[in-house]
């Protein structure tokens, strides 16, 4: 008896076993693993997690720092406010151009928060406010921002990194 690669019986078992007929293939997805440091006043918070990036998650590392992870060609990082980081927002270019260093104007920060007690925050851009995004040609980054205020008067800042790994992923085929 022939021994069969686990990840080879996996991809047929899962590509024969939807049962309506659809037929699958396989596709390359971008993984995004990031690293979060962020500061809101005089707390710390700081936390890994990964994230796909593009439509629907299937572009590849290089297509994401040459053309973007967004169907309008932007390139866009957030942070999801997790438990150990409840920090969220996102950054995304406004008029992309490849891999490069994004500043201030040339960029969007949105839906900038924190979460207090359970109770969300909202920050706002303040005069001292900067913003910064750096792709690299292998997808991946930084990304920062500095001096945004909450109707209090506390400050948010915050700092990403991540690398960029391209990974296999089974997907419908197309009927055509």
Same mark, same amino acid.
């Given at each position: 008896m022939r021994a069969v690669p686990v990840a080879v019986a996996t991809l047929v078992l899962a590509a =024969? #076993? +939807?049962g309506n007929g659809t037929k699958l293939e396989t596709r390359t997805e971008a993984l995004l693993h990031a690293s979060i440091v962020g500061t809101t006043g005089s707390t710390r918070y700081v936390d890994h997690y990964d994230s796909t990036t593009g439509p629907? /998650?299937?572009? !590849? +590392?290089?297509t994401a720092a040459s053309d973007g992870n967004s169907v309008r060609r932007t390139f866009v990082i957030t942070g999801p406010g997790t438990v150990r980081a409840p920090l969220y927002f996102s950054i995304g270019t406004r008029e992309f151009s490849g891999p490069g260093v994004y500043r201030d104007g040339a960029l969007v920060l949105g839906s900038i928060g924190s979460y207090k007690e359970q109770t969300p925050v909202d920050f706002f851009k303040a005069p001292a406010s900067h913003v910064? %995004? =750096? %792709?690299? !040609? !292998? /997808?991946? /980054? =930084? #990304?920062?921002?500095t001096g945004y205020r909450s109707p209090q008067g506390t400050t948010l800042a915050a700092r990403m990194t991540w690398t960029c790994t391209n990974k296999t992923v089974l997907w419908p085929k197309d009927a055509s």
């Open positions: =024969t #076993a +939807c629907n /998650g299937v572009i !590849d +590392c290089s910064t %995004l =750096t %792709l690299n !040609d !292998d /997808g991946s /980054g =930084t #990304a920062s921002f």
